[in-house]
Structure formats: C-alpha cells, structure tokens
C-alpha cells in the first residue's frame, strides 16, 4: 500500500509486479498509515496476515515458523501469533536481540508491548470482526489492534527470531515521540478504563510482573550481553 510517493517507489512496485504475479499493490492518497492498512486488509484471502514498515524485514524462516506455532485445529480460534526480533541500524548490522517473554494482556495493556508487528501475524477474521486498524492513530495503531484481539482469542508465542526492526533518525519511533505516549495514554484509558491517576501504579506493578517472567523465561541473557555484541557484524537475511 503506497500513499502515493513521488520518490521511485511505484516503479519499483511496477517493476516486481511484473515478475511476481503474486504482488497485489495500489498506490494513492489515504488519510494515514491506519487507513492504508484497512485498505490493505481487505485484500487478505488467508487466515492470517501481517505487516512490515518500509524500513523493517522479516527473517528467512521467521514466518514459516509463526505459522507452525498455530496449535493444529485451533486457527479460529487463535487470534496472534508471535516470535522475537532483532533490532538493527540503518546499514543492516546488529545492534541488539530480543527474546520476548510470553504474553500477558493484563501486562501489555499496562506495561509492555509483547507483541511487535515485525515478528508477528493476526487472525485477518478477528480483525474484521473488531474493526481493524483504528483509524485516528497515527502511531500506535499495532499496540491498539493487539488490545483487541487478544480480547478475542488466544495468543501464542514462539521462541524464534522472525523479524528485524530498524532504528534509524527518520524513522517514526525516533521522530513521533510526544504522539506514542499520548496514544499509549489514550489506548489504555480506552481499554481498561483504569482512572489515569492510577496508570503509573499499574504500570509499575505491570513491569514488575514482565521482568520476574523474563528472568523465568530466559528473555534477559541477549539485554545483559548487549554491550558486547559486535555492532558492525551484517545480519545474514
């Protein structure tokens, strides 16, 4: 889905459409990166989808293993899937891991965003049925949909490495700040209608709770060898 850019990318979408059939793309004006996305939704004819950012890559086996994970018989009923990811700079090169630990809603509703759309894909049914990608939001339109799907099924998680997420100046975790804690507010206003004096405790006691599980779960080895990794290795796609 291309918003209409004037920077080359439709001739390259034109140029990989004609040696891949496969490749199902539009490019013109929406009203964000949410709407794009619903647009984009209504071309999925599979059980499950997901999606990249223009800077992020998915791993060579990452959604292979994501699809696996599904419990045999309980597609339905599964509402994401989920693995860990990779962080890396601009050029390719490591910068850290992330183990993940498993999921919790209580916990990603108050604390921590578990599930990360580059190392993710969603129940394309429940997401229709609870309306998709919320179109106001500018930023935290992923932490709302997980929200709500969770609501609506199970979540399962898988201990493989699918995605890689890049960090870089321009990109929009580095440029929107002020707009992910005001939608993060909001969201969890919305979804636990907690009062917003007590959101700092909840999200004290939620982060508590994700640590003590990561330590059980084996998610804080790759954070306390962060400073040794060797941060100009490529990543092997």
């Keep these: 889905m291309d918003g209409g850019s004037t920077d080359g990318a439709v001739e390259v979408l034109e140029r990989f459409g004609k040696l891949n059939p496969r490749l199902v793309w539009s490019s013109g004006a929406d009203r964000g990166q949410a709407d794009a996305l619903n647009k ?4 999925v004819d599979t059980a499950f989808f997901g999606w ?10 990452g959604l292979a293993a994501l699809i696996a994970a599904i419990p045999q018989g309980s597609a339905g009923e599964t509402a994401i899937v ?6 890396i700079d601009q050029e390719g090169r490591m910068l850290r891991r992330r ?20 190392a993710a894909i969603f129940n394309a049914s429940i997401a229709r049925h609870t309306s998709g990608f919320e179109s106001s939001l ?16 199970a979540v399962v998680h898988t201990r ?25 507010l909001a ?7 907690t009062p917003a004096p007590l959101l700092k405790t909840m999200a004290i006691v939620a982060k508590a709770r994700v640590a003590l599980r990561m330590a059980r779960e084996g998610c804080l080895s790759c954070r306390l060898q962060e400073p040794r990794l060797k941060r100009n290795r490529p990543i092997d796609l």
């Design 138 to 153: 500018r930023f935290a339109m992923d932490y709302d949909l997980v929200l709500r799907l969770a609501g609506e099924g």
């Design 187 to 193: 969201i969890r206003l919305k979804h636990s209608r």
């Design 99 to 118: 183990r993940q630990p498993s999921f919790s809603r209580f916990d990603c509703l108050y604390g921590y965003l578990t599930v990360q759309n580059v």
């Design 82 to 87: 989920y693995g860990d990811y990779q962080c």
């Design 160 to 184: 493989a490495f699918v995605g890689q997420f890049r960090l870089h100046q321009a990109a929009k975790t580095s440029r929107m700040q002020d707009v992910c804690r005001a939608e993060t």
């Design 40 to 43: 984009a939704l209504t071309h």
């Design 52 to 61: 990249l950012n223009a800077d992020d890559v998915y791993m060579t086996g």
